[in-house]
Structures are given as C-alpha cells and as structure tokens.
C-alpha cells in the first residue's frame, strides 16, 4: 500500500485546528483500536475514491511481531482479532476497507493536509459511534509513525445509491405484464426492502440524535 512518506508538518498546522491534531495519538492512547503500520496492511481492489481520500478493500493483514512490542496487550489483541477475520468464511470475501489519502496528492502539500485532517476527523467521529446500522472503525496507523494516517472500518455490502438504483431497475420491471399473484408478491418483496433500508436509517438517525 502507498502512503505520501513526506508531509510538510508546518503546513499542516496552519492548516488543521491544535484540537485536530493529535485525534490519531488520543485514539490510539485512550480507544485501544487495532493499530497497524502501513506495511502490514495488505490492500486489495479500489471501493471509491473522493476529492482527497481514497477506500480499498483489505486483503489480509501481515502481522509484525517487531511492531507489536511497541504496544499494549490489549492493541496487540485487536490487531489480532482483525487479522483472523480479515477473510470472511466461507465465501472468502474481504471484511474491512482502509482509507487514506489518495497517493497524487503528495504533489500538493494542501490538499494531503486537507485529506489528513479530513480522516482524523473521520476517525474521532467514529470512534465514539456503537449502532448497528453505523460502519464501526476497527484500526488506524501506529502513532508516531512518519507519514502513515489512514484508517480501517467494516466494508460495506453496498451503498444506498446501489439501493436506489435497484430499485429503481425493481420499478421498471413491476411495469411488465405477469400473472396478478406474481406481481402482488413481487410488489410486496420490493416494499419490504425498502422499508427494512428506511428503518435502519432512521435507527442509525435516532441514536446520532440520542
């Protein structure tokens, strides 16, 4: 996995509030995530790419022993729980997803800055989320470790525009002439989808708003 190894630490700092900062270091010291350094993360196909981070699947996680004596009992726990189930048995697929800012950027000192502080706030927000219907944050980089601000979290199965757009080809074919039952029972799947989507979003909702 490439990560920017040179960021101009002064122009971050005009750049991020003093509160910003440090969000990786006061996670990293208080949450007990799983922490990783970039090597060992083992980084798969590309989910999206935004106007400063980019997501890929995580393939595995190649564990070093060196860098697990840097950490606590309970850091080298996570980080070990994380690499059991990267792989989702038994259709082998990739559980989680690492975030980080997108590579092109070290060419632009304002924009990684912009990206950087874009993933701390990211991570100080989620670190404090516990909902169902919430993507959770399971790891981010070893504190201390030059250059190295990503984040890792659940991969999702899709995204509400992937809902929609089912839908809507759901909508089209209901337009098709079938036999009466068959399209009350297919009618009646379609609104449940939705209903059970729309329920999850606004529990999710509920509890940002607790």
Known sequence: MYLPSAVDET???RIQSPSEELAFQEMALHDDPALFDTEEVVVGN???????CTVH??????VSEINARKLTASQV??????AF???????????????????????????LCAAI???????????????????????CAIPGQEGQ?????????GTLLHLVEKWRFQAEKLKEPRPALFGIQ????????????????????EYLHG
């Open 85 to 111: 189930n990267a792989r989702n048995a038994p259709q082998n697929e990739s559980r989680y997803a690492v975030k980080f800012p997108r590579p092109d950027l070290v060419s632009n000192p304002k924009k």
């Open 57 to 62: 699947q995580v393939d595995s996680f190649q």
């Open 77 to 82: 726990a996570a980080r070990a729980v994380l």
């Open 117 to 139: 502080k874009d993933i701390q706030r990211e991570s100080r927000i989620l670190s404090v989320l516990n909902h169902e219907n919430i993507v959770k944050l399971r790891g």
């Open 11 to 13: 122009e971050c700092n």
């Open 186 to 205: 297919l009618q009646h799947a379609v609104l449940v989808d939705r209903l059970q989507v729309a329920t999850e979003i606004a529990f999710a909702i």
């Open 149 to 157: 601000f990503f984040i890792i979290m659940d991969q999702l199965d």
């Open 46 to 52: 590309q989910l999206g790419r935004g106007g400063f």
